[in-house]
Structures are given as structure tokens and as C-alpha cells.
């Protein structure tokens, strides 16, 4: 077995959509069968939400995304007005992005680590994986550490994921080591954050330490409710909406549950207009991950007129279909909802 | 089409292990190949989880395990002291069986509906579906009412979800319909549940109905880190744990991530010792969901001794499972743990 | 590294499915959801073929899963008039059964093993992996030149792969070394077994051994348009059928194309009257391994009443299936087809 | 439900690889993690395969492929000398590729019919569907014909399927209505075709036809034997070999299995030095199709050096990995092997 310098060698390369244009490729698809044509279309309706200004388009991300080398993928959707909000798993977020976001990197791994017989000898050399993928578990200890201090400047009272998401994007615009982060891109657009499971993460290991130390005094928590209120609000306040799912959990199931929130508000929304996911998961096991968006058209959460499951694993299918309405450009003439800035003082209202 | 009552009318029910002994059959397939192998060795880890009288068991929940039919294989686990604390999704605790113990029920879909061109007729009929199930929507917002007064009779302070499950447990106590629901059940028995991700079901309509009134004033929050704090708080209180785990998603990963955060609290918890997951995801997407215990113990977080992952849909795979450790009767000599117990004193520490 | 002794130390055990009576649990996982659900409605229909007295049974069988312990499964399925005719992988028939017929065995592999980094080794120790489950590739090997024994003892002209493993059940009622055999069963009860990729299995080696030996001379040759027109005769002469498909693959496109075969012949067969197929193929490759059984309906080959697809690896679906139908104990009093019979006159006129 | 007609109008458009230059976009995969990262490999081998002189490339097809949009790079790929040899079901190469080499096409399905509700309907109006994909059944019955009126103009002696399909290609240079064709494009690249299954299709009823008729006289027959021998004299001919699978099935095994034949011929041939598998089927139900390169090399298969798993449907990952090794252009300093010649004297020594 190599050590651990040798293991952590080779770094995982974030793939640069701008720089490849696979429009003419993806249209070819278009008359074609199976996962070809349905990536088309999927392409097709993502360039339709762009297209349409009343749309706002709300990325889901669950699933080792940024780690797998797409990070660049939703820095540049960020930086080019082609997503309003993301709805993530904490891991991408937190021990992904923002971990590279203090300069940590991903690394590859061997087939030979990939098999998972050498996991025990890893586990001594404090080196995580995932699948075909390495981290050095002491820079992530140095991750959740962060995620304490963070904790620990805030005024104790409970905050939404989004609030602390963006706390984080503050410090990395002040402490940060590379400008490719998710969280910074989002913070400086004014493009909010949600990871409606935040404690998941290696946040979670920051605030629980936060409030162990506080015991009985004040400390800052975490209001799931409350994620789930401002999400609301966003689709109150902009009815047209887009969702663009890689993998399901709680970020498809969360995100397509505002419709419902805001009737429950009092609130006429519509139907999701357009809905696009990315997955590979198989529908007979009838769980919400691989449930189709036909399905949630039953809940009342997503209109069945633009909706397009796609069944591939992203790494293959987000270059596509991202690729594709990069290079179309409608989001150049598309104007940034900064949906930050419809919550800040709906926020305080609460 | 049907009307809404002739597509209502075929009730799911529950199976019920107590009455089938499948122990010969799984034993038979110990020596076998594949999946029917992996089963067997399964049940004998969870066996050994019930027989070592120092492990506790966490039961973790994702998918649609309660409506599917399951819900009471987890009331008998509950009730026979075979489970000491559940992680689950929000949708199996309060949308499905807090549900059925207000009273109301599942259905089964016809293969038409299950294909999903009549979702929209759905729709307009108040049906929701879960992939070859059916829900009375009405019904269900009653339910998302019902989470409202119950947070409206609560102190208004963070809450972590066990706490607020607590609360609808003893709602049952006094207003259920039923005697088998797992939310009573465990209200009766000590056995903590938890949703990390509790905003993200029928609890979480009720709560921003609850926040939205009361606008500026104190309200109920979901402080998802206190989960987070609580459950690692069991295991550091009972160090040998064992875990069940029926799909992946949230409740995977929070309580494999317990093991990390004692750590952090600089206790030194031991791995989970004996971890089983039943699952059909493919490992190929690299997701959390899908992968192996053995990748898991690179992250310090199982042991790969007792671990063994199923491929199987779980509604074949538990009734085999459980059903063998029901009748191999460990469960008779195991002493209850009572977790909630230990949690209500340290939750006040907090 | 083991040697290859301690390798090969741990049998495949099969499955006696006249021992355990699964009927009362497959009974309640009707009104379930998911697999559980369709598994027992699987059940139901193959339930029903047996007690319709003109239904002819075609069993379909794809994937390695004599050799994963469901050998007597088929034998018993055999020897209680529970099948008419079995269509098959080569794998199945020669390299695992007739195999196991020669006094052979299949081994345990461990988990390190299935994990695929020791196969080199494996290699140069003639062990053999299917999966979980290991070969002694000289024993194969054994296999492959009885094959050929069988080839050479022939009067050299084109046979169907039926006439060739019937010659191999005739070898077996001789010089076997067990009792429990598909093709030493199926010989005894005149069931004719069909391989239709025939020279793609240990078999294929002998018979290429044989024409190489051969050379100009005169030679058995393996004809596989007498396969297809063989079993379409016995559809024209039994034309109410019903086929029960474990995998996919050639056994179950070749089974139901000769509904059309028939209409080909101007005979006017009727469609598969009853059709269940067991997979864990995904549809959303638009392959025929995974294609639905509706699917099917449109190329006039499968009715759609009674079909039903399950969810499940075979090993764990299989014994529920064939369990809870030879319990319910319609084969009592069911004749056997004894489509040998019918197929030698037949084959003669051809 | 529209007319025959309307349903079939959108024909199915095969992508042209050679106007699509994916390669930098592949590069650029090869640092990421997961499926991309698999697929970068997978291209990066077959680039290998091409420049290595001696390597004579053999292409497996199982799945729907031709009439998924692939069948263009299949001829470009025998065009431009990337493969020496065609192993695959015989619905590829004669319900697909020869149907359309006689002016025939595939046409795309609605979401509607895809989801296996109208497939009753579709069976009355004589259209047949794979998937998202539907075919006049009354051209296909012409298809059937054809090969028929093939097999009627043969002398009566067995044939391997690679024979019979070379008679296909001149019947197609003679009455073909388009030049786009594999079967047409492998008869003049002297490229041969094996379909180790060959009744298993269209031409399995013009070959049942043709037996039908000729009753006791002198027939056409497969020898399905002869195209194991043929093919394994191939690999002894040109010992360095590279399989690049499309699908797994019958002509993945088949074609593995000439390592072993060979050597039972008395040939020290070595394994394939280089394998390439695109394939969504999961290895956890231990059958052929979905099991690893790597288990192949324990029955000394394949080699392990060059061998690269792709998990990904065909559509998405064939125009990327082949659009990578055309345009990386490999293909211009290398000699087609033009195996037909090889076999012919070969063949008549059998």
C-alpha cells in the first residue's frame, strides 16, 4: 500500500463546460432512442427555462457531485444567470465545495481502492473515500472546524440553512483560496442556498461542537421550518419556476414540496412549469429518488408538459445538457432574479 | 376513470411477521448464491445484533417502507425491544404512519395508474400516488394540520425532531385510531425516532403554517443540529451499536456520521459494529445512498466485520429478515435500552 | 492466498423448496406494495398455469442460477409436471447442471474474491468466478470432453440443441453421479430442454473440438433454425401457453417469437396466454433482457391479462414463486405434457 | 390513438459521428470522477486497440442499438477500419440493420405509447415497439421474407451464421436501397458478421420457413458450432485481440469464449489484450451481461492491464468513446485485417 502523500497524488480536474460545445452533438441526439433522445430533450427544456424570463430556475444537487469534478459545471450556471437557487445535499456544499473553497482538493483513486479491501488500511491513514475518489480526512476535520467558527461569530438564534450557507460564502470572499467555489459564486450573486438536511454534513460536526460548548447559553441552531419557509416564499413571490435535479433525496422532494407550502399559505402557486432530473435510480423501489415527474404531477408539485427524466449518471449527462444551453447563450439575455435579495427582508419578517 | 372512491378501495395491509416464520427458508439460502446468500447473512448480523447484549440498534428509514406495507413489521420490532432508536425520512414517520394512526389509510393502484398517464386526472381527484400506491390528499392535509396544532400547543423554542415526534406520539396516545402505529409505539416503549430532514414532509407544512402565523412572535423552530447532538449523545452513552438500514439517503448517512461527531465531542466512540443496508441502488453513481460498507469504514464510521449489504426491493427483503430474528427469539432475552430515557436529561443539559 | 483446496471447500447448497412452505407469507404480501405485491401476483399466475390443464409451461432460464443453488428448484419442477419445456442458456444446461450431473460441485467465494482483485490468481490456480461462487476449471474442462465423447458417439448430421441434450440425459442415466439433474430429470420425464445459443457454452467446446477433429469428414453440426421450428411445432400443437422467464436474454426473445414463428407456418397460434418474468434488468436500456412484458403485446407475442414482471434477483424470488405453487399443490392433478413425445415424430418429418 | 400512419412519421435519425469532434470534451472526463472518468479510460483504450497493429478488433452487439440511431457509426466504424470482426444478436443485423439496409425505418414513440397502455392498440395496427421506438411489422414481415428467399437459393449444407449474412450483403449490394448499411458496409470490408444465435430473429423465420418447406429434402441449416470454430480461428490467426462490448448477452460470452477454445484446439492463444464494456446491467444478480471484465480474466479471458468497465446506456457513451478514436484518428495509419479472407479458405477445410 502507497503512503498517504503517494495516494493523494493525483487531483481531481473540474471540467470546464465553457470550453467545449456540445450543442450540434446533443441535437444529433434529438432523433435518436433511449437516454440519447431523452438528454435532448432535457437539454431542450433547460434552454426553455432560460429562455422564458418569468422562470425561475432552482438547481437540485444531490448526490458526490462537486467532488466528481462538476464543481466548475454550477460555478459557471452561478456566475451566468442560469440558476436562481440551489437546493443541495450539506455534503457538495459544505464538505466538498466549500472544503475546496479553503484550498483542499479531491484526489483520484486506484481501481485497487475503488474494490474496497484496502478501506481498513485507509482508515488509518485518516484518507476518505468515495467510490473512485480520495479526501484527506484531517483538511476535513480543518473544514468542520470552520463550520464551528463560523458558528461562533453568529448571534445565537436559529437560522436557516441559506443564512449559514451565506455566512459561509462571506468568509470564503474574505479567507478563501481559489475564486471556483459554489458557495462564494453564490454569495456574490446574490443566489441563495438551501440544504434542508444541514446538520448532514460537516457543518453538522461544526455546530454540534458549537453548541456543546455553549451548553446551557445561548447558541445558534439550525431551523429546518424555516429553509422550508424562505423556499416557499421565493416561489410565492416568482410563480413561473424550473427545476433542474441531479439525483433525487431530500433536495427533489423538498424543492418540488414548496408548490404544496404555498397553498398551504394561502397561496395560488402553480405547478413546477418545467422539470428535469438527472438520475439513475430505478423506479420499482418506489422511493421518492427514482419516483418520475409524472408521479409528482399526481402531488400537484410539477406540471407534465416540460418534464424529462434523464437515466444517467451525471458526470456523463451534466456536461450535455449544461454544455448545451451554455452554448446556446439565452442566458445572455436572461436577467439574474438575486433571489438573496427577495429574502433578506422576508426573513426578517418572519 | 373511476371516481375517487372506487379508486380508494383496496386498502394496503400490513404484513405481519409475527405469523410466518421464514427462519428454515432463510437458512436454506445461506449456502446459496447472490442475493439469497447475502440475505441470510444479513439476518444472522441482525440476529447478532439482538443476542450481543451491550449493542444498541438503530433502524434507519428511507423510502416508502410504511405505506408500502411494512409499517407493522417495525411496530413489532418496536414493541419486542428488537430496535432502539429510528433515523428515518419525514415521509415514513408523519405523511404514512402518523397518517394511519390518525386513521386513514393507503390503497392500492391499479398497473394503469402505476404507468403514469392518468397522474393528472389524479390530480384533479385529490389523489396523490406513491408508485403503485394511493393517498387521499384531503386526508393528508389533515394530517399537515395536525402537525399545526401540535406545534401551536408546544413552547415556542428549537425543537429537535425527536422531540416534536415525541409530541405527536403522545397526540396518538389520546387521539389515535389505531394501536399499530410505529410513532405510538415508540412513544410507549422509549424508542427515539428522529427525521434530520423533518421540514421535508407533512410535519414541515404544519410548522411553516405555524411560523407564518406567528409572524414576528416566539415560534416552534427544527433545530436539525440538536438531532444531530442528541443521537451522538446515544452513542456515546452505549458505545457497541449496531445499524439496520432500509434504503440510503439522509438517515444512512446521519447515523453513520454519529460515529465522527463523538469524536469531535472528544469522546472516543468505537465504529458502528455491525451495520446491514438493504438496497437496490447501484453503486456506479458514486452517491451515498448506493455505497458499500466497506467504503463507509474508510471514514471510521463502520466496522467490516458484521456488515453485509442486501440487493434487494425491501418489501421482499425485511418480512425474510425480521421475520427470521423474530422467530430465532433473541429479542426475549434483550433488555430494552429506553433511549429516550437517557436523551430527556441531556436534552435539557443542552 | 488460499491454495486451491481450501478455495474450493464450501459447496453451493440447493434449495429444497418441498421443504419450506412459503404460501401464507407470499399470500400477504398481496395487498402490499412494490416487489411484494407483484411477486405474489406473479405467484398467482403461475398458480393459474398450472391448474388451466391445456396450458402448456415453457420455463425460460437466463443467468447463472443452477450454479447459485436453484438446482433442484427446476428438478423439482421437473419431476411434479410443474414445466412442459425448458428453454435455456448453455450455461445453465451443460456448464452447470450437466456439470453437476458428472459428480462436479460449485464452491463459496469469499468476500475478498467477488471483489475481483485475486482473479489473476484465480487464473493461474484454474479456479473459475462467477460472481460469489467459484469453478474448478479443470473439472470444466472434464465437462467440455464429455460433450465431445457425447458428439463423436452421434451419427454425423444436423441436430437441434434438444436432440443433443437429450443425448446428454441418456449419457447421465448412465454414467451420472447424482440424481438431482435438470437434464437427467428432464430426460426421464420427457421434457425437452432447448438451448438456442447452444455452441455458447461448455457444450460449444466439445462440438468444436469434434468438427475440428473431424475435418472433412462428416460431423455432427448444431442446428439452431431446427430449435426455433422444433418448439414452434410444440406451440401449434399445445397452442394455450404459459412462460415463466428468470433473466432474460436469447431464452426469453426466442420463446416468445414462436407465436409469430407459428403464424409464419400459417398456423394461427394465440398469444403467451400467461407470462411472468423475474429481472433486475432496467427498461430504460430498451433491451429485450428488460423489456416489459406489455412491450411484448404489441408484436402479438404476450397477452396482457395474466403478466407479470418482479423486481428481484432470481435467488430470492424464485424459491417464494415455485414454493408457494407446489404447496398449493395444483400439480397434483395436473398431466404432464411429456412434448418429447410429440417433438420425436415431429423432428423425424422435418 | 392516431392511425398507422401518423404514429409513424419521425423516423429515427442515426447520429454521424464523423460531423462531432467529442474528443477534447472526453479528454477533459479523464480527470473527473465516476462514469465520466470510466468512459475517458474506456476511449483511451479503444484509441490503444486502434494503434496497435496487431490488434484485430472485435465489436459485440447486444441491445437495441441499430434502431436506437448507433447504426451510422457501426458503418463508419467499418468503413474507416476500426473493426475486424462483428459478434451480436441477430436483431441488430437483420431486424435493424438489414431491414434497413432494404429501405425500411425505425420511428420514434410518443411518451404515451412508452409507457405500455396502448400496446394492444399497437399490436392491431401491426406496429411493433422496442422502448421509445416503433416498426411497421408488415416491413418487418417482408424482412422475413427476404432472408427466406436467401436460404431458398442456398445449396442445402449447414452454414454458420457469418455465411449466411455474407449472402445478405450481396444480396444488399444487389437490391439495397440505402448505402448506410453494416451488413452491406462489413460484405464489401470484408468484415465478418457472426450472430452466435442467429435464429433468435427475423431471419430464424425465413430459416423455420425455409425448413418448413423443404420438408424431408436437402435444407439449409445453422450450424451455430461452425461459427464458434470459425471465430476461434480467427483468434488463432491473430492472436492480439481487443473486444470492444456494446450490451452483454450471448455475443459478450461468445466472444470471450475463444480464448478457451482455442486452447482446446491445441493453440496457446492469450487472452484479449484489451476490453471495452458499455453496459447499465448490475453485477449483483451474478449473470453474464453485468459480470466484470475482471471475473473474465479468472476463466483467462480477458486481460487486466487494458480493460475498462463504461456504466453508462449505449446511446450516450458509443458517439463519445468511438467520436473520441475517430477524430483521434488512429484509424488512417491502420491495415483493415479484411478477416472474411481468412476465413473462406479456413472455413472450406472445416
Redesign the interface.
Known sequence: MADKKELLS???????IT??N?A??VE??R???????D?ARAADIYDRMLRDQECGIILCL???LV????KKVFVDMVRNQMVDAIVS?G?NIVDQDFFEGLGFR?Y?ATE?LK???D??T??ELH???????LID?DELRLC?DTTKIIADGLAPR?YSSREFIREMGAYLAEHGKTRDSVVLAAYEADVPIFC?????CSA??G??????ER??RPK??????????EL?QLKIANPTTGIFML?G??PK??TQ?IV??AE??GEDAPMHKYAVQV???????????S??L??A????KVD?VYEQMV???????V??IV?YAYHKGAWKNRTAKRWTRVLEPATQ??
Open positions: 493525483q487531483t481531481i480536474e473540474h471540467i470546464d470550453r467545449h456540445p450540434p452533438l444529433a441526439m432523433n435518436m432512442a433511449f437516454s440519447a433522445r438528454l444531490a448526490g458526490s467532488s466528481a469534478g462538476l445535499t455534503a479531491h483520484m485497487r474494490a474496497g479491501l478501506d481498513d485507509l482508515r484518507v476518505d473515500r468515495i467510490y473512485d475518489t480526512e468542520d436559529p434542508p438536511a444541514f446538520s448532514d453538522g460536526f455546530l454540534v461542537a458549537h453548541q456543546h451548553g446551557d445558534v441552531s439550525l431551523d429546518s421550518a424555516k429553509d422550508f419557509y416557499t439525483g433525496g431530500v422532494n423538498f414540496d404544496v407550502a398551504i399559505l438520475t439513475v435510480a430505478d423506479v420499482r423501489d418506489g422511493a421518492l429518488s419516483s418520475t409524472k408521479e404531477s399526481s402531488w400537484g407534465t437515466f444517467s449518471e451525471a458526470t456523463l449527462a456536461p450535455l454544455g419578517a418572519v
